[in-house]
């Protein structure tokens, strides 16, 4: 039988010690594994995870206790705390002093900004356009508001579907299309009204009602059908900056036939929400 001295040496207890530190180092490898479970060629892990530690503040409503944030990135409480403090210390993310939770930090805020002053709304609705209308059977573009009112500057034919009563540069009715319908609803009366002015009765349309412009702007989007053509159905989406202004609107055009599966039917709605996340607008909520 092995004996066993007590009290035990010091190189016992630097043994012990030892082994306690590999299997803390261990158990902190296997979070991180948990919390990318598949290796990207070519890609940084520790990078990718940084960045989902980012996200979750970026998404979060307010400041995050460390074990919500570990939670939401499903990670263990020593990983959060390890990724969390080197974000703290790079200025990425910050740590209230008092109360321990955290948020985004003044470098993440400079990024945003700068990236913010790039995005050019219009350029970014046009290839999400560009792109639908190859995929559908649905002219679409991109108008944006001028002194006359909506104004198409890019229009893009799809090649299955041949009938297109609009064309670039085009001039919008306010009042007798789903796009004026939604600049009416995010622009101030005054400047609809003043537009309104430079569009004869019979090209303008019937303005809408109050409930109608309230349901365009919950929903953030108008459909029309029948109103410039026998079945043609008019759709229009709003594009917004940071500021929660818009910007311009994205619209489309179709046989009210195509519209029959939900894949086609909410398409613009889908294309609107991801230019909307580039833009730094507001978040669509999905249709149905």
């Not at 995005?119 to 679409?140: T, Y």
Request: proline residues 5%.
């Amino acid at each position: 039988m092995e004996s066993v001295s007590w009290p035990p040496t010091s190189a016992t207890v630097r043994a012990g010690e030892e082994s306690e530190q590999l299997n803390n180092e261990m158990t902190a490898l296997d979070e991180e594994a948990q919390a990318a479970p598949e290796k990207r060629s070519g890609t940084i892990q520790s990078v990718s995870i940084a960045v989902r530690f980012l996200q979750v503040l970026a998404n979060a409503e307010s400041e995050l206790a460390l074990g919500e944030v570990a939670r939401r990135t499903a990670t263990g409480g020593s990983t959060a705390h390890r990724y969390l403090q080197s974000l703290v210390k790079e200025g990425l993310a910050k740590q209230d002093p008092a109360s321990g939770l955290y948020d985004l930090g003044p470098a993440a805020l400079n990024i945003g900004i700068s990236a913010l002053k790039r995005v050019d709304a219009v350029d970014i609705a046009a290839q999400h356009m560009k792109s639908l209308a190859q995929q559908h059977a649905a002219s679409g573009g991109v108008a944006i508001w001028t002194d006359r009112g909506p104004t198409l500057v890019r229009w893009y034919r799809s090649a299955y579907f041949s009938i297109n009563p609009l064309a670039l540069g085009d001039i919008l009715p306010i009042d007798n299309t789903a796009c004026g319908l939604v600049f009416q609803a995010f622009l101030p009366k005054a400047v609809i009204d003043a537009a309104r002015k430079q569009q004869p009765a019979h090209f303008r349309g019937t303005p809408p009602s109050k409930a109608l412009l309230d349901e365009v702007r919950s929903g953030r989007w108008a459909e029309l059908t029948s109103h410039l053509l026998s079945n043609v159905t008019g759709q229009a989406a709003p594009v917004f900056d940071a500021q929660q202004e818009i910007v311009c609107v994205m619209t489309t055009v179709t046989d009210l036939g195509q519209l029959k599966s939900a894949d086609d039917r909410d398409a613009l709605h889908r294309e609107a929400g991801l230019v909307n996340q580039a833009t730094g607008g507001r978040i669509f909520d999905q249709r149905g």
